[in-house]
């Protein structure tokens, strides 16, 4: 089993998310193309990787009355969260054990994460189990074939730039574009609509990757009402 976990408790990789990823203007066109639709006053989100829960402060900028849960491997990042948003629930899960996880949520968010851990499918699968209404997540994608294979394709640890000590890799998955869609429709049994929006760019600076381009893509799965 990986120790992930170690990787994002890292000082340097946490402080990232001091500042980073924690306003409006830091979603990604993808992201803000199908959350914006989504989001609707007294709503419920679950947050899969909310790192320092930077999701619930750009939500809180659209709305006044929403629940936030967001959960996380890392600790160091939790404890952080809950330090900054106080009025939300944080909890730390473990890859193999997402069992504080309960309950069911209107829109779940799954957002830079599946790329860069081994058991992203079952991610994705838990999410959907406890999605009410819309899950949104986001997969590294090649016309190529797929490449999971640390070996072939990682990502440097060095977030924010001040890492020498590139020992501690993730994976960076790249997954073949027709396999992504099979695998989201597969995993998320009885949507009533799965959709994708995306772009082509480099991978992330630290990955090292067999492709110098990848396609970055959101997904939208919605349950039927
Ligand atoms: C790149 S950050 C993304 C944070 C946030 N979702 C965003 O989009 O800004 C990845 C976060 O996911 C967490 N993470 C990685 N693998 C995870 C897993 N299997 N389950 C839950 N959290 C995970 C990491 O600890 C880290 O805080």
């Given at each position: 089993m990986s120790n992930n976990a170690e990787s994002w408790n890292q000082p340097?990789?946490?402080?990232?998310?001091?500042?980073?990823?924690?306003?409006?203007?830091?979603?990604?066109?993808?992201?803000?193309?199908?959350?914006?639709?989504?989001?609707?006053?007294?709503?419920?989100?679950?947050?899969?990787?909310?790192?320092?829960?930077?999701?619930?402060?750009?939500?809180a900028e659209h709305l006044n009355d929403f629940t936030y849960t967001g959960?996380?491997?890392?600790e160091e990042m939790i404890s952080k969260a809950k330090e900054k948003y106080?009025?939300?629930?944080?909890?730390?899960?473990?890859?193999?054990?997402?069992?504080?996880?309960?309950?069911?949520?209107?829109?779940?968010?799954?957002?830079?994460?599946?790329?860069?851990?081994?058991?992203?499918?079952?991610?994705?699968?838990?999410?959907?189990?406890?999605?009410?209404?819309?899950?949104?997540?986001?997969?590294?994608?090649?016309?190529?074939?797929?490449?999971?294979?640390?070996?072939?394709?990682?990502?440097?640890?060095?977030?924010?730039?001040?890492?020498?000590?590139?020992?501690?890799?993730?994976?960076?998955?790249?997954?073949?574009?027709?396999?992504?869609?099979?695998?989201?429709?597969?995993?998320?049994?009885?949507?009533?609509?799965?959709?994708?929006?995306?772009?082509?760019?480099?991978?992330?600076?630290?990955?090292?990757?067999?492709?110098?381009?990848?396609?970055?893509?959101?997904?939208?799965?919605?349950?039927?009402?």
């Amino acid at each position: 089993m990986s120790n992930n976990a170690e990787s994002w408790n890292q000082p340097n990789v946490v402080s990232f998310f001091d500042t980073n990823r924690a306003t409006t203007s830091d979603i990604y066109p993808s992201e803000w193309f199908f959350l914006k639709e989504q989001l609707k006053e007294g709503m419920s989100i679950l947050d899969i990787g909310c790192a320092q829960g930077g999701f619930a402060g750009m939500i809180a900028e659209h709305l006044n009355d929403f629940t936030y849960t967001g959960v996380d491997i890392s600790e160091e990042m939790i404890s952080k969260a809950k330090e900054k948003y106080p009025q939300h629930n944080f909890h730390i899960v473990k890859e193999n054990d997402y069992s504080k996880v309960t309950g069911k949520y209107d829109v779940s968010l799954v957002l830079g994460i599946l790329h860069l851990h081994e058991t992203w499918r079952n991610t994705i699968q838990i999410a959907w189990n406890h999605t009410k209404s819309s899950l949104i997540l986001d997969l590294r994608e090649v016309f190529e074939e797929t490449v999971e294979d640390k070996k072939k394709s990682y990502f440097k640890m060095d977030i924010n730039g001040s890492n020498d000590d590139y020992s501690e890799v993730l994976p960076y998955n790249l997954i073949n574009s027709g396999e992504a869609l099979e695998i989201v429709n597969s995993i998320c049994t009885g949507a009533e609509k799965i959709s994708f929006y995306g772009y082509s760019q480099d991978p992330a600076k630290t990955a090292v990757t067999p492709t110098n381009k990848i396609f970055a893509s959101v997904y939208l799965a919605q349950k039927g009402r």
